[in-house]
Each structure stands twice: as C-alpha cells, then as structure tokens.
C-alpha cells in the first residue's frame, strides 16, 4: 500500500517569507507526527496530532511554526517569516495509533536563503 | 529529560565483518525502542522495535538488537554486514501517550568491500 508522502520533496525560498509543507499519512493512521532534521541539531520532536488534534505541540521552536491537521487526515506545517535557521529537512510519520510504530515519509528538504 | 545515546558517530567494517552499533538511553521507565536505518537523501526505515516481552528482537535485513534493562541499553547486532548496509542508522525511545520519539545522534556505517 502506499505510504507517508510529503510535498514538495524540495523547496527554496527567501529570508522572510511564508512555506507550507504538506504530509500525507497512511490511509486509517490516526496519529501524525513532525520532526525535524538538521546538522546542528539531529532529528526533533516537533508537533503530534491524534485525529485533528495536536495534544502535543512542545517541540516548535517558535511562533512563526504551526499546522494543522483536518478530516484526520493531511496535514500542513506552516512556517512563517522563515529564517536560515528552519533550513532542514522536514520529517512526517503517521501510525494507526499513538502507540504503534510510526512510519515515516521522505521528508521536504527546506532550504531558506 | 530522557535522553538518549548513540556513543559512536562513525564505524567503518569490512564487508562480512560482524557489527554492533550501541545505544543507551535514560528514562524511569521502560520506553519503546526502536532502530531505523536512513539512506542517503531516504527517510527513516523502521529495522526493529521493542515494546515488551523477549528482550531479543528480530528485525528486517538480518538485523537483531538486545534490550539490557540493567544497562538501559538496545544495541544493534548483524553477523555478517553486507555493502549496502552502509547508511546511517538511529536508535529513538518512544514515550507517553503520544509516543512521541527523541532520537540519538545516529551512527554512520561505511562498508569497506
């Protein structure tokens, strides 16, 4: 079956302006989950959602992160006034459920210039 | 704040050679385990998972780990290592309802043929 996939596989954008990033989970996985991946700081926790909830925001780094998740489903990481150091890659992983193992997607390369 | 350790940022084997690649972690409890396997420009592959029960798990691509409860260790073993095995390989603890995962450092295997 088909897996976690995330678009744009990669993106390049300007100091100071907006991206969204978009995961799609495994169909029927009610969990969802962001990391993040960068050389200074390995790969971290950033946001859980169960159904279109977050329980779980205590890993965004700052306000300029949010997202959202609906119809339990997609899910869309927004950055706002981006930053060079959000560059990194942008990791999704859903599971049927929270205590399941999660299954990861290729990732959005960002890269902020 | 759990933790967890991956000691060794860089191990080079012969092809054919035996490997183990150690993880340790900090926590109160027994968390969930986990080793994923992530090549180069790929998302993160599950290889294996403890949750409970035999304390020696299998896992895909002839890998094994151990969990050590008195050392708060999981290490990774494969008997015989083969080129394509060369990638970069993380241990991760999931805790909470969210089962959120912190990740190690990661290892990065390089297979001399």
């Known amino acids: 079956g088909a897996g976690v996939s995330q678009s744009p596989s990669n993106k390049v954008t300007e100091k100071g302006k907006d991206v969204e990033l978009r995961c799609d989970p495994i169909?029927?996985?009610?969990?969802l989950y962001w990391y993040r991946q960068s050389l200074g700081q390995g790969l971290e926790f950033l946001i859980y959602?169960?159904?279109?909830?977050?329980?779980?925001k205590s890993g965004l780094p700052s306000d300029r992160f949010s997202a959202e998740r609906t119809g339990g489903s997609v899910s869309t990481l927004t950055i706002q006034r981006t930053q060079q150091e959000d560059s990194a890659v942008y990791l999704c992983?859903?599971?049927?459920?929270?205590?399941?193992?999660?299954?990861f997607g290729p990732g959005t390369r960002l890269l902020v210039l | 704040a759990q933790s967890v350790t991956q000691p060794d940022i860089h191990i080079t084997v012969s092809e054919g050679a035996s490997l183990e690649l150690r993880c340790n972690y900090s926590?109160?409890?027994?968390?969930?385990l986990f080793w994923y396997v992530q090549s180069p420009g790929q998302g993160l592959q599950l290889l294996l998972k403890?949750?409970?029960?035999?304390?020696l798990v299998q896992g895909i691509k002839g890998f094994e780990a151990e969990f050590k409860r008195s050392q708060s260790s999981f290490n990774l073993r494969k008997p015989s290592v083969h080129w394509s095995d060369a990638a970069e390989y993380f241990c991760?603890?999931?805790?909470?309802?969210?089962?959120?995962?912190?990740f190690g450092t990661g290892t990065q295997l390089k297979v001399e043929l």
């Open positions: 992983a859903s599971s049927p459920t929270p205590q399941e193992t999660q299954y």
């Open positions: 169909s029927g996985h009610t969990a």
């Open positions: 959602f169960q159904g279109n909830s977050a329980p779980d």
């Open positions: 926590y109160g409890a027994t968390p969930y």
């Open positions: 403890y949750f409970s029960g035999d304390t």
């Open positions: 991760a603890v999931g805790l909470g309802g969210g089962n959120k995962l912190t």
